[in-house]
Structure formats: structure tokens, C-alpha cells
């Protein structure tokens, strides 16, 4: 594998459906990173991880991973990645034993002591049925497979999804775990911005197959905060001062993208940190720019 | 360098995705098999024996091949078991996490085909086998027709099993994979001549079954290039 700074690279990805347009996104995960990938239901998360997959083929742009074509040195790169899907992909009648023998098939890198060290560490039975497994042992029966070949990167469609937090937290540890290695990185799309919170170095939001954000978690975090004030005092603040704002019967909620400008601008209005959570709801109402 | 994926530990899984339908076949082939064998047996030891000679003579005239052959049947649709690995895995979406590995489109869709293979193989041991033995229960030795009509049933199974896979992995549905299959099938019966349909007698069968016997290889050879082919071909295209 060539040297590389991103794991991941797209520039001007498109993909065009009927009724939906993946418009020319780019964005990029450093080695070593964890970047959430943020948007709601539809958004176009899926769409740009199976273009990443080489699942679908793009419209336009182009994708590297781990320094190479997407295209050209697609079977060499799938080799070092490793992807988990919101569904198990592997048949219920399938025991852990046998989705072990399974995966020596598809990777020659497969480290069967490794899987079956994270299968213990799950409490994983090896000869249970998975039908029997819960969701949440289903979930970690594939990250196990995911992280038994020794990828180095991990792509992950909505992968937490409809899990209870006290096994959500159990895998971010497994992913901090991975992440200690500098070479390794991960993708990991969900509209669970709590867990990214946790765990992402960096944050890519998405809304309507366009990016609407992205870079380092912490520095969206500080240079983004909501503004309160009076119904009042919001009719003054110009329009091109903030990405949207929420009314409610006691003021407005102002969701500011400069702080430090914003505080010198306007000394004696109340700024309160803000969450992922809020910034992604305040960047898809932009379009409305003020909402209830 | 690097070490490559394990050829057999795919194979395996495709046997693992159709281990219920084998059971079943097995099951079956035991109880299908069984009752003609106990037909045979009571025509030569049991009450059938105990009839006149020339009723037996003309039981066995008009049934030996019936009997036979119905003993043979299960075992000569032992191919149709690897349809339901495609079946599963529409269901599981395995394409899109099979896209994700390295596995290459044609490694994948040999696996099956080898399994195929086996499994082919295997229903021609299995039938003459059976039509062997229920022949030496009669008395009388194998004939080249009755493993004509064998083949001739393998290769139609085989075929069948080749047009359902295609469809169900076409069009990612069960449904309407099989729905395309009668279709075909039915298509197939509206392209026969109609005179064909007429004068077709079970002797005429038999003689095309035996005309086609030393090009059946070449034929079940044709099945698998045609069902690999078709296979890697799908796996290969990506999805819109």
C-alpha cells in the first residue's frame, strides 16, 4: 500500500436517482480518524458509502481509499477495509464456528485466533445458531468479523442503530480500542449524533445529498453556538449573522456559525455551547431559516 | 506475499446455505426410494408373487421402468438443493456485503458452481445407484435407457436449478425470480410445436433420451459453463 495522508478522499462524488441527487459531495478522513458521517433518513449517507464500496457505480468524481483508485485497485484495497452493515449479512442458520470457516474464504489476512478472542470478550457462543442471538449479539458477532483481517479502515453503514446504549457503548470501546493504532481509521454513518459525539475526531454532516459541514469535531464545536434572546432582539440580528433559528414562546434560539464573531458583535446576548445534535437540526431547517 | 482466501471455506459455505434442502432430498430419496423397492420386493416374494405367472409377466412389462424410475427420481433432484443458497441469500442482502470483500465476482460464483458440480455428480451416483438395485431386486440388469432417461432428468433439473438462480439473483427477489422461471418454463411449452405435443409417445421420449446420452456430458459440461458463466456475469454487474 502507498503512503497516505486520508483514508479517505471524495471529490465531487455524484450519483443521480429519480427524485434524489448526491450533488458533487467532497470530504476527506485523515489516517487515524474517526469520522462521523451525520445526516438524517435519506440524507444521502448510504448511497455515498456503497459509491465508496464500489457497491454503485458513481456519476461523476472520484473516490480514493487508503491511496488508491476505488476503481482500479478495488480487490487490493477491499482486502485492508472492512465494512458493517445496519443487517447482518450472514444467514441465521450460520453458527459462529462456521462464519469463522466462512471468512477464511473471503480474506486471506483472516486471523481466526483474533476473531475468536473478540468472541469470548462478546461472550459470543461458537456453536449457537444466530438465529437464537440477540440484535445486540448479532452486531457484535460482525464487528468481530470486521476487525478480524487486520483492516485499516472500517466503514460502517448505520451500524448502531436500533442497539440498546449499554452494548452502543460496549463497541464504541471496541472502536477506541482499534483506533489506537495510528495507521487505522474509521467511517462510521449514523444519525445517532450521542455516539459520534463520543468517539468522532472528526464530523461530516450531510442533508439532501449535499454537505452541508465538515472538520474536526472539537473545532465545529467551538466555533458554533445558539444564541438566546428575545423575539425582539432576534428581529434585529441580520440574516447572513446565523444558520437558522428556533422560536418558541420565551424567545429565540439562534444557531451561530462564527462564536468568537458573534460574542464581540453582540456583547450582552446569552451563548450557550451547543451539540451535534443541535447543530445538524439547525442546518437542515436552513433553508426555512426560522422555524418553531 | 500475501496468503489467499481458503477456495474450500467458500465451497463450504454454500454446502452450510443448502444443508436444509440436502437434508430434505435425503429424506426424501429414502421414502420415494423406499416404496417402489417394496413394490419390487412384493412382486418377487411378497402377495404380487402369489398372482398367476402371466399377470406378474404383465405387471412387470408394463411397470419395470415405472418403478424404477420413480425410485430414481429424488435422487436425480438432488441438484435442485443449491437453489436455495441463492434464495438465502437474497434474503441476508449478501451481495452488498459480499461487494465489500476482496472476493473477486468469478472466485465467487465458481465456488457455487463447484459445489453444483458435487452436487451433480453426486445425483448420478445417487439414481444409478437406486435403478441398480432396484433392478437386481427384479432379476433384470441396468439398461442404457434407463440411464438415458437418468441424465436426461439430471440435465433438466440442472437446467431448471441454472434459470431459477439466475432470476432470483436478477431481480434480488425470491418471488419474482420464481415467477420468471414458470414463465419461462411456460413459454417453453407455447414454442413446442403443436404437432410435436400430439404425436409425442413415451417410446419416442425414451429414443430422444438415448440419442442424447453420449453427448451428455458435453450437455451437463454446457450447464455449468452456461450457469458460471451467468453468475459471474451478475455478481460482477453493480447495482444502479
Not at chain 1, 448526491?22 to 474517526?34: N, Y
Not at chain 1, 457462543?125 to 458477532?141: D, E, H, N, Q, V
Not at chain 1, 460574542?263 to 431559516?289: C, H, W
Not at chain 2, 453420449?214 to 456475469?233: K, Q, S
Request: neutral net charge; charged residues 20%.
Amino acid at each position: 500500500m502507498p503512503d497516505y495522508e486520508n483514508a479517505i478522499e471524495i471529490k465531487d462524488l455524484t450519483k443521480k436517482y429519480d427524485g434524489f441527487t448526491l450533488d458533487a459531495i467532497s470530504f476527506e478522513v485523515p489516517k487515524g480518524c474517526v469520522m462521523g458521517f451525520i445526516g438524517q433518513n435519506g440524507a444521502g449517507k448510504t448511497t455515498t458509502i456503497r459509491a465508496l464500496l464500489n457497491i454503485i457505480k458513481a456519476d461523476g468524481g472520484s473516490i480514493r481509499l487508503l491511496g488508491r483508485d476505488h476503481i482500479k485497485d478495488e480487490y487490493a484495497i477491499k482486502e485492508q477495509t472492512a465494512a458493517v452493515f445496519d443487517e447482518l449479512p450472514f444467514h441465521e442458520g450460520f453458527t459462529a464456528n462456521q462464519v469463522n470457516t466462512m471468512f477464511k474464504g473471503l480474506y486471506g489476512s483472516w486471523n481466526e485466533e483474533q476473531f475468536f478472542a473478540y468472541l469470548d470478550r462478546f461472550s459470543l457462543p461458537r456453536k449457537k445458531k444466530i438465529a437464537k442471538f440477540s440484535k445486540g449479539m448479532k452486531m457484535k458477532l460482525q464487528i468481530a468479523a470486521a476487525l478480524s483481517h487486520g483492516a485499516k479502515l472500517l466503514i460502517m453503514d448505520e451500524a448502531t442503530t436500533g442497539l440498546d446504549p449499554v452494548v452502543r457503548n460496549e463497541i464504541l470501546d471496541i472502536f477506541r480500542e482499534y483506533i489506537q493504532d495510528e495507521d487505522h481509521s474509521i467511517l462510521m454513518s449514523s444519525h445517532i449524533t450521542s455516539d459520534l459525539e463520543k468517539i468522532a475526531d472528526c464530523v461530516t454532516f450531510i442533508d439532501k445529498g449535499r454537505i452541508l459541514l465538515t472538520g474536526f469535531k472539537d473545532e465545529i464545536l467551538e466555533r458554533h453556538g445558539v444564541m438566546k434572546c428575545t423575539k425582539g432582539d432576534f428581529e434585529a440580528i441580520p440574516a447572513g449573522d446565523y444558520i437558522s433559528a428556533r422560536l418558541n414562546d420565551f424567545g429565540a434560539e439562534v444557531m451561530i456559525s462564527d462564536l468568537s464573531a458573534a460574542r464581540s458583535k453582540y456583547p450582552n446576548a446569552v451563548f450557550d455551547r451547543t451539540t451535534l445534535e443541535e447543530i445538524m437540526l439547525f442546518y437542515v431547517n436552513q433553508g426555512k431559516k426560522v422555524w418553531q | 506475499m500475501r496468503k489467499k482466501a481458503s477456495f474450500p471455506a467458500l465451497v463450504y459455505r454454500e454446502l452450510i446455505l443448502c444443508q436444509k434442502s440436502l437434508m430434505a432430498y435425503a429424506v426424501s430419496t429414502l421414502l420415494f426410494t423406499m416404496m417402489p423397492i417394496l413394490v419390487i420386493l412384493s412382486l418377487r416374494y411378497g402377495n404380487l408373487a402369489l398372482l398367476p405367472e402371466s399377470i406378474v409377466a404383465d405387471i412387470r412389462a408394463n411397470n419395470d421402468l415405472m418403478l424404477t424410475l420413480s425410485a430414481a427420481i429424488c435422487p436425480c433432484m438432488l441438484v435442485m438443493a443449491i437453489a436455495e443458497s441463492a434464495v438465502l441469500d437474497t434474503q441476508i442482502k449478501w451481495d452488498r456485503f459480499r461487494r465489500s470483500t476482496p472476493v473477486k465476482p468469478a472466485r465467487m460464483a465458481l465456488a457455487k458452481y463447484a459445489l453444483f458440480a458435487i452436487l451433480l455428480l453426486a445425483s448420478v451416483v445417487a439414481a444409478i445407484a437406486v435403478m441398480a438395485l432396484c433392478h437386481g431386486l427384479l432379476g433384470s440388469p441396468i439398461q442404457k435407457t434407463d440411464i438415458a432417461v437418468i441424465m436426461a432428468l439430471i440435465a433438466g433439473a440442472g437446467m431448471l436449478n441454472v434459470i431459477s438462480q439466475v432470476f432470483i439473483m436478477l431481480f434480488r427477489s425470491v418471488d419474482k425470480g420464481m415467477l420468471a422461471m414458470i414463465g419461462c418454463a411456460a413459454a417453453a411449452m407455447f414454442l413446442i410445436p403443436q404437432e410435436w405435443k400430439v404425436n409425442i409417445t413415451v417410446d419416442k421420449l425414451l429414443g430422444g433420451a438415448e440419442a442424447l446420452l453420449p453427448l451428455m456430458p458435453v450437455i451437463l459440461m454446457g450447464i455449468l459453463a452456461l450457469g458460471f458463466g451467468l453468475t459471474t456475469y451478475i455478481y460482477a454487474r453493480r447495482e444502479k
